[in-house]
């Protein structure tokens, strides 16, 4: 049984910018096509298709401004999409040889010394690890090449 659960960003944030909603930097999305690979929704954590629309966003996943927040672009699928549900099974946007896997304490702020390159066949184990530090709330991945927010992973 996993310890470990992977979460897409909340539902209602993507029916939010659905609706037209504007992102964190109050803007509104910008829409565009995927010309393919490399366009990942953070909320049914799959790659948006060559041909399928987009929303192109400044996301922050946290619940209020504070200098940790970290606020950076993000892709959604430009219709509604359903939210990842295979919570325990690495998602299938976590692709690249390896990310950025950082603990947050209860606070919300970076746990420093907890964020390191991993593998991504590792990224489950080393979650897992982080996890098991009472200072540790969740866990982000993110791009190892450009600190893009992909997904968070909690406690089971």
């Known amino acids: 049984m996993s310890t470990i659960r992977f979460h897409a960003m909340p539902t209602e944030e993507a029916e939010e910018l659905w609706r037209g909603g504007a992102d964190a930097y109050r803007n509104k999305p910008e829409t565009m096509v995927s010309d393919g690979p490399g366009h990942p929704c953070r909320h049914c954590l799959q790659n948006i298709d060559e041909g399928e629309g987009l929303l192109v966003l400044a996301y922050r996943p946290f619940p209020s401004l504070q200098p940790y927040a970290e606020t950076g672009p ?38 420093y010394g907890s964020g390191a390159v991993t593998p991504t066949d590792a990224i489950a184990e080393r979650a897992a690890s982080l996890l098991e530090r009472d200072e540790i709330a969740y866990v982000h991945v993110r791009s190892a090449r450009n600190n893009c927010y992909q997904c968070r992973i909690d406690r089971a």
């Not at 325990?88 to 976590?94: T, V």
């Open 74 to 111: 993000i892709f959604l699928h430009a219709k509604p999409c359903p939210r990842y549900a295979c919570e325990e099974a690495r998602p299938p946007i976590l692709s690249s040889p390896d990310y950025i896997v950082r603990g947050y304490g209860f606070n919300d702020r970076i746990v």
